[in-house]
């Protein structure tokens, strides 16, 4: 490292974030929150002193950027090491059958599929939170409590935001950050809406949870359409059989029968309720697939909008 | 002597010992504490020379917090960012007793050596 010793927390905080560069962004956002807690608690403790005083002395205690910016890459990649979820050997050898069915081991695939199902709820909520938030906002504007109730509404954005990140990493493996985004030093309301205003992120964070809605209506569609349909037609061979033992004599599965083309699909013959029940297997695995491919595209839309345009 | 290589060893030798000082730490404190006291607690017990960088306790923290073995909760401070207390769970307890464990044997082992060698 070339650069000479940090003089202020800023200067700390922007050495120790070049010297993370090329790492997660959520590591580096836990990582400048972690110092400046640090620097910020030294400094209150030496009130007679000058921030570069404290700052000189920083590097033989706290430790330099770069030796910090080390220790958080080294417990990164063993704690990664130690906590990466297994990947189930069918999905990387095998082709083939083998593969297309393997999804059914991946628990990502499940936990894809219960956040999609989640997102109407949460998508409902933000969308309600931050057009309440937005128009009260402008609302309260020309009052005395329009400033505060503004930095309220944009401090509950970010909580928010560090809890989605938190179930996203639960749900897909995407490295989300531990830390809520820092304050800043502390400083006046007008300056801190200022701050406020020319973050990026600010605006990012809006516009996500305002499009989990729309996103959360088709999660939520797609996953309820596929999965009864899948899971009734697969049941339905067990149906027909059960009518043979007469189980469930009174049990339709379809009111009419079905015309496709010069086939007619009846749930009263054992080969429609075959051919169907394979077909209800295929949409149940496509499904599976799709939300696993779902939690990972929706992990990198959320690392783009809650956390990149702040690191 | 080459202070380089007596820093790498030390390095090394803090790469599993700060875990389980942490743990010990705050085992026997009897209230929650925040990265920047645990820091200060540690600069205060170590005569001369610190052997590790406060910097580095942070991650470890976080890792140790991630596995269940600590639990954290934030408080707001005037000073500045809000505090993440730390405090010891049931399974950390339990790690720092298997680990106080084979850090007496290490100890007790290399020593019957380094004794022997000593003048």
Redesign the interface.
């Known amino acids: 490292m070339s650069a000479h010793a940090p003089r202020s927390i800023d200067e700390y905080l922007r050495q120790l974030r070049a010297a993370l560069e090329g790492q997660d962004p959520a590591l580096i956002q836990?990582?400048l929150?972690?110092?400046?807690?640090?620097l910020?608690?030294?400094?209150?403790a030496h009130p007679g002193k000058s921030e570069a005083d404290v700052l000189e002395l920083i590097s033989?205690?706290?430790?330099a950027p770069d030796?910090?910016a080390a220790?958080?890459r080294?417990?990164?990649a063993?704690?990664k090491a130690a906590?990466k979820t297994p990947v189930p050997a069918a999905s990387v050898s095998a082709s083939g059958w083998k593969r297309f069915f393997g999804v059914y081991l991946d628990p990502r695939a499940y936990t894809s599929l219960f956040y999609m199902l989640l997102t109407l709820a949460t998508g409902i909520l933000y969308f309600t939170i931050v057009v309440t938030g937005l128009s009260l906002s402008a609302g309260f504007a020309i009052l005395i409590i329009g400033i505060p109730f503004f930095l309220a509404f944009i401090g509950i954005t970010r909580v928010i935001a560090l809890g989605e990140g938190r179930l996203i990493e639960a749900v897909t493996g995407e490295r989300m950050p531990?830390?809520?985004m820092?304050?800043g030093?502390?400083a006046g309301w007008l300056s801190r809406i200022g701050e406020m205003l020319k973050d990026v992120r600010t605006w990012t964070t809006l516009l996500y949870l305002l499009v989990m809605l729309p996103l959360g209506i088709v999660y939520f569609t797609v996953t309820v359409t596929a999965l009864s349909v899948g899971l009734a037609f697969t049941a339905l061979p067990l149906v027909v059989l059960a009518r043979w033992l007469g189980w469930a004599s009174d049990v339709t599965v379809f009111s009419d029968d079905v015309h496709l083309g010069h086939w007619v699909l009846s749930d009263h013959s054992m080969i429609s309720a075959l051919i169907l029940g394979a077909l209800g297997v295929l949409i149940v695995t496509l499904l599976l697939h799709a939300a696993r491919a779902v939690g990972r595209g929706h992990a990198h839309l959320a690392k783009a909008l809650l956390v990149v345009p702040g690191a | 002597m080459d202070d380089s290589q007596a820093r790498k060893f030390q390095k090394d030798l803090n790469?599993g010992l700060v875990a389980l000082v942490l743990l010990a730490v705050l085992d026997g404190s009897s209230e929650d504490l925040?990265?920047?006291e645990i820091?200060k607690r540690l600069?205060r017990a170590n005569e001369g020379e610190?052997l590790f960088?406060?910097?580095?306790i942070?991650?470890?923290l976080?890792?140790l917090a991630?596995g269940g073995f600590l639990t954290s909760r934030v408080v707001p401070?005037?000073?500045?960012?809000?505090?993440?207390y730390y405090r010891i769970t049931d399974e950390g307890r339990a790690l720092l007793t298997q680990w106080s464990g084979i850090w007496r044997q290490t100890r007790g082992f290399v020593d019957r050596f380094i004794e022997g060698t000593s003048p």
Do not use: F, I, M, N
Not at chain 1, 60 to 63: I, L, Q
């Open positions: 836990d990582a929150y972690d110092a400046e807690e640090y910020r608690a030294e400094l209150a033989s205690t706290y430790g030796e910090v220790a958080y080294d417990t990164e063993k704690v906590l531990r830390r809520p820092h304050p030093p502390p | 790469a925040y990265g920047y820091a600069q610190a960088k406060e910097g580095t942070y991650p470890v976080r890792t991630a401070s005037y000073s500045g960012p809000a505090r993440r």
